[in-house]
């Protein structure tokens, strides 16, 4: 087995070698079709430029949900009130068919495609983590060694963190310095003269340092303190409001509490559904009504509220008093107003979109919804606030709940198998590279190692169509694409290349992009065991929803087919104000009144 291995491999380099000649050829005479800006775009049509004057909002107020797929809040319609969800949707511009066309659908680069209406090929964050070259170690997209946190003790505590991204830091430092492209908030200061107020609130640290862009300030909360926190990037020491709201302690304040159900069972689609074998069992908390955050001395207690409705609505909390002390929407110049709530993310991954979790917890946020709206309404008027809402990413459904529903080609994927599989194995010895030849495999890019490469004067393209082919093998693998193929235009031009080029930065992103199937995905958190997994470039994952309100707009349905990257530059077009510097959105005909 091992010599078919050897010799069917040594085949393949020897016929690649004979066609290195003609594939040159075919990459000069190419067009580069696959490179221009044609293909970084969306296939949407390109509207005319929109002159059309507005009266100003006051406020320009963005909400992100983490990963609410599009269809979440019409599907759990029954358990929702009044004035939250339900305004938006009745009385918003409501956009049903919105997709991201990049190909790896995670946290940051939704963020920062939602901030700076363009793509990670333009803004630069290709992935929550990617392996930085120059530094040779994984990096966290906003980690900054030159912005410490400003409360001490604050950092991600690794015995304690269960999000894998924030534990691939290897500083606290935070600030916007990745991000490449101006952000809609950017570009807000630099027409006001920085006369705009401009804010933005998560939990997630990437919720909203993403937002703020590098203009505006961020906060965020830090499960190791039970604060909201920020660096030295945004403030030298933190306005007297924000050590206030701290001193409160109000993570503490649930201590001792329980998540329970806003409604009776009956009233929900999943209530006669709690318990499901594939629920992640997260200590303490458990996989059934109520789930206990524990005691004030337990360390997972403000871990516990992330990954239920508080987290929410503590950001509201934090966010109402912020609007109250910086006094946004007070005057005549716009101000900007951020807030991304991250709790529909953690439950999503822990307990699945399709369970009686995920359909409280929008209960649940619908009332912060309401409550934030109805407080923005006393404060400055929903009329004088141009409201948009929208989410960085979509969800899979939890392969245990479609095998239930005689959906069998769902699946958890090993990635440990990946690089120990015989024909890799093969590969390495082929190449005298031992364990070497894969530097870092960290999702969606396999990193090879380019220094040992050169080295061995290999070619490094050669051995990245190699390890493709045999990645492709395995199950539940869709594509694996290398990066010299992208960057030299040689690959078919189908919707999927598009998404992984659309992905693709030269200095950032990897030697492979690996894509599984359908309902396939990684479940493994660096130990923690969770139910779902996004990240693909499935429509489950690519599908949220994007709502403008307020302004007077007039109510409307639109199913015509749009993307989240036309948000910054709509908001921008409202305004009167120039598009971001990547931008690659349309300005949307509805909300400018074409
Ligand atoms: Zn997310």
Known sequence: MFHLHMKRVSTLIATRNKQWYSTVLFILLSTFA????????????????????????????????DALRGDLPKRYVNVLGDGGFRYLMEQGIDYTNAHYQHANTETIVGHVSL???????????????????????????????RYHLLTAG????????????????????????????????????AHFNGQSKIFAVSVKDRGAVSLAGHAGKAFWFSKSSGEFVTSTYYYQQYPEWVNTWNSGKPALAYAGKSWEL????????????????????FPGFGRTFPHAYGQADDKYLTTRLTLSPAGDELTLDFAKTLMDNEQLGEDDVPDYLAISFSSNDYVGHIFGASSLEAEDNIARLDRTLAELLAYVDKKVGLDNTLIVLSADHGQPEVPGYLHELGIDNAHYIDTSALDKAPAIEALKKQFGMGEELIEAYYHPYVYLNRELIKEK??????????????????????????????????LPDTLMNRAILR???????????????????????????VASTH??????????????????????????????????????????VKPPSASIGNPLAEVLGD
């Open 115 to 145: 901030a700076t209406g363009s793509v990670p090929a333009a803004h630069g964050m290709v992935g929550n983590v990617w392996f930085d070259y120059g530094q040779g170690q994984l990096t966290y997209n906003i980690e900054d060694a």
């Open 457 to 490: 004067g290999l070619d490094q393209a050669l051995l990245e169509d190699i390890v493709a082919e045999e990645l492709l093998k395995f199950n539940g693998v869709a594509a694996a694409v290398s990066s010299t193929a992208l960057r030299t235009a040689n």
């Open 262 to 281: 806003t409604h009776p069972a009956t009233a929900y689609m999943f209530g006669e559904s709690d318990d499901r074998e594939y629920e992640t069992d």
């Open 503 to 529: 992905n693709f930065h030269p200095k950032r992103s990897g030697d492979i992009y690996i894509v599984f199937e359908p309902n396939v995905f990684i479940n493994d958190f660096d130990g923690l065991t």
């Open 34 to 65: 696959l490179v221009s800006n044609a293909a970084l775009a969306p296939e949407t049509a390109n509207p005319t430029a929109n002159s059309t004057t507005h009266s100003k909002p006051r406020l320009i107020l963005q909400i992100t949900v």
């Open 535 to 576: 990240g693909s470039p499935w429509r489950y994952d690519t599908f949220v929803p994007v709502i403008f309100a307020g302004t007077g707009l007039q109510p409307k349905s639109v199913s015509r087919m749009i993307t989240p990257y036309d948000i910054a530059p709509t908001l921008a077009a409202y305004l009167g």
């Open 154 to 189: 604050a950092d991600v505590d690794s015995s304690t963190e269960i999000d894998p991204t924030q534990k691939a830091a290897t500083v606290d430092g935070r600030s916007p310095a990745a991000i490449l492209s101006s952000t809609f908030s950017d570009e807000l200061a």
